[in-house]
């Protein structure tokens, strides 16, 4: 039997996509499966298989039915690696025959954006390349690409451990793929201190236990609250008890207040940005294979080899958050996989995620992920988005009209009836946002999540 860790263990690297299945299944072929392998059987056809479970497979030693297509040198043996001579063999052959065939180039062109420079360099056949020419990642089929929408919660304001069973659950129910909350140890505006709020990594790590598909994370975790083996100790645990469905986001710390009541230091913003540059290189470090070591102003770590190791490989996602400023673009740019901006206007959007871009493009690194956090108030009409909207308003304690909250929201939030949402977040789209996380303050309106899932999801996608 596969475990969820192995199919899910290159999902970073693929992103192809369902459509894989449709692509493999010209070449209805037998697996070969190399003896002593359990729980795989010989004569299981790549139709029966997801893209990730090609990989997994070849990870455990099933060989993909070798495909015979002369002069791939370099770029067959790449190839092969990742997806599986099937897909090879299509590609070259749809080259050939001079078809751009939208959804081959979304898939294929897709893994050749994200494979390391090294490897892209060594594809040299020459109808490959000339079926990912012009390839744009932000294109699917002629439009632009999906919107990702997941679930963020503020766990500081009240959130109890029934109300995230509750959550997760309905999230999974409705096919959200990822449920993040913040990392904060209290209510943050002092208006409501009997709100409690339980450990986010503790929350992260028990719901990691009762969830199947569901990814989960922090958005983000400050590293004024742990160290920085710490939170590499956790996130590991967390991703060996999902089997493979963590990503750590990490952050400088912003709440004064909160460091002091909770005696965490809260050193000046340059000092806390030096400390989340050291911490970005121990948590990597620490998941790493083979012993580590780091000597920095804040940390020093001899001859470390912790285990476990994550489950996912080379290790989960690391999402930095900010506002994209000099010193947070240029450390995204060299140690993180995506890159999270709050709140931001469809102006911040563009003018961030271009400083983003051109980070990693002086680090000699594709443009990584760019995300944002942003409150989202969305009604099935406008009866059901006034009430949500009016029900909003009295959990935050806010005296704003409906009507004026409406017609005004606040700054880079996203408001309306289905259609306009999904106006919004096509505008988002087109200023380079891949995911949205979807703050939802009325953290017990699961049918909000729901309306998130059935109806606003597929919109975007």
Same mark, same amino acid.
Not at 50 to 68: C, K, M, N
Not at 352 to 371: L, N, T, Y
């Given at each position: ?280 290189? &121990? ?34 996602? &690391? ?82 009209? &409906? ?56 919109? &975007?996608?």
């Amino acid at each position: 039997e596969l475990a969820i860790s192995d199919l899910d263990r290159e999902q970073r690297i693929l992103h192809l996509g369902d459509h894989v299945i449709g692509l493999l299944g010209r070449f209805d072929r037998p697996l070969e499966v190399d003896a002593g392998v359990t729980g795989v059987h010989s004569g299981r056809t790549v139709t029966e298989l997801t893209g990730r479970e090609l990989v997994a497979l070849r990870e455990l030693g099933v060989r993909a039915p070798r495909a015979s297509v002369g002069g791939l040198n370099g770029a067959e043996e790449l190839l092969l690696e990742y997806v599986g001579g099937p897909l090879v063999d299509l590609v070259v052959r749809l080259a050939e025959r001079g078809n751009r065939s939208p959804e081959l180039l979304d898939g294929v062109g897709e893994l050749v954006q994200q494979l390391p420079a090294r490897g892209f360099a060594r594809i040299r056949h020459r109808p490959f390349r000339l079926a990912c020419r012009g390839y744009d990642p932000t294109v699917t089929n002629g439009r632009r690409r999906p919107v990702q929408l997941c679930l963020m919660i503020e766990g500081q304001e009240g959130v109890s451990w029934p109300e995230w069973v509750a959550l997760a659950r309905a999230c999974e129910e409705h096919r959200i793929p990822a449920l993040f909350r913040s990392d904060h140890c209290m209510n943050l505006d002092g208006s409501h201190p009997e709100r409690a709020a339980l450990d986010a990594w503790a929350t992260v790590c028990a719901l990691a236990a009762l969830t199947t598909n569901l990814r989960l994370g922090t958005l983000v975790s400050p590293v004024t609250f742990r160290h920085p083996s710490s939170i590499a100790k956790l996130a590991a645990s967390a991703d060996r008890i999902s089997g493979g469905r963590i990503e750590l986001g990490l952050g400088a710390g912003w709440h004064a207040r909160e460091h002091a009541a909770y005696g965490f230091p809260f050193p000046p913003a340059p000092e806390r940005i030096d400390i989340l540059a050291e911490q970005l290189q &121990v948590v990597l470090g620490s998941w790493a294979e083979g012993p580590f070591s780091f000597d920095g102003e804040h940390y020093r770590l001899e001859d470390l080899d912790a285990r476990p190791k994550p489950v996912q490989r080379p290790h989960p996602p &690391v999402i930095m958050g900010g506002t994209a400023g000099p010193r947070s673009a240029a450390l995204a740019a060299r140690y993180a996989d995506e890159y999270n901006t709050p709140f931001p206007s469809e102006a911040d959007v563009r003018s961030r995620r271009q400083r983003i871009v051109e980070a990693c493009s002086a680090a000699g690194r594709e443009a990584i992920p760019f995300s944002i956090m942003t409150a989202l108030v969305a009604g099935a009409d406008a009866a059901d988005l006034r009430d949500r909207a009016r029900r909003l308003l009295a959990r935050t304690g806010s005296s704003q009209d &409906v009507d004026a909250m409406l017609a005004e929201p606040p700054h880079g939030w996203i408001v309306g009836t289905i259609e306009q949402v999904v106006e919004q977040l096509n505008v988002l789209r087109e200023a380079g946002v891949s995911r949205v996380m979807c703050q939802q303050l009325l953290h017990d309106d699961l049918e909000a999540v729901a309306l998130l899932g059935r109806q606003l999801a597929p919109r &975007v996608a």
